[in-house]
């Protein structure tokens, strides 16, 4: 049987949040930019205290700066932006070495159509998904975050992971259906031996 290794994408292979910074490509930077930048940085603080939750967070920035994108043009802007020098790469994603005998998975709460064409074909993309309604505005399809993200990797099949790379406490659901956990702390890399241990590190 395949080994299955499963990474974050968000400060574990790169070096910053990159939806942020595709809601920043998207944009000519103008006043009503910034504006709607100031607003969304705020929101983001909120989320930081638990005050919003992450898919509110979300939906506020598809609202502030893709609402009223075409669906061709927005997927021109999610390729654009996955070729872009807007993403940065972390150690880790620059040292991957991928191995035919272990299945690989990110599992993002980033949008998965930017993110796929950063990966080899055979890499298993799940990540949140934009679509539009029937005004033709951009709206969220699916949040891939916290407790979503196992259910996410099990409708693929997968209910244990044998390794998993993250930077993030919000992933202690994946955590609970690994073997072995590795904490990305920058270029740095702390393996923990159970699920406590990484709970441990993050109450530090």
């Given at each position: ?107 993002s709460a980033s949008f998965e ?55 993030s406490y919000d992933d202690l ?32």
């Amino acid at each position: 049987m395949k080994k299955t290794v499963v990474f974050d994408f968000d400060k574990t292979l790169t070096m910053h949040d990159t939806l942020l910074s595709f809601f920043c490509f998207n944009e000519k930077k103008t006043l009503l930019f910034f504006f709607k930048f100031c607003i969304y940085i705020l929101c983001m603080v909120l989320t930081k205290f638990n005050i919003i939750h992450n898919i509110s967070l979300k939906k506020i920035g598809i609202y502030l700066f893709l609402r009223h994108i075409n669906l061709s043009h927005l997927n021109d802007k999610l390729q654009e932006f996955s070729e872009s020098d807007y993403v940065q790469y972390s150690k880790l994603y620059k040292g991957l070495i991928f191995d035919t005998n272990t299945n690989y998975y990110v599992v993002s709460a980033s949008f998965e159509e930017y993110i796929k064409p950063m990966f080899p074909g055979f890499v298993q993309i799940i990540g949140s998904k934009l679509t539009q309604d029937r005004k033709n505005r951009t709206v969220l399809e699916y949040n891939c975050f916290g407790k979503d993200k196992p259910i996410a990797l099990l409708r693929h099949g997968i209910n244990h992971i044998d390794e998993f790379y993250t930077d993030s406490y919000d992933d202690l659901p994946l955590a609970k259906i690994s073997k072995n956990i590795i904490i990305v702390d920058g270029d740095n890399l702390i393996r923990c031996n159970n699920v406590y241990e990484f709970i441990e590190f993050f109450k530090r």
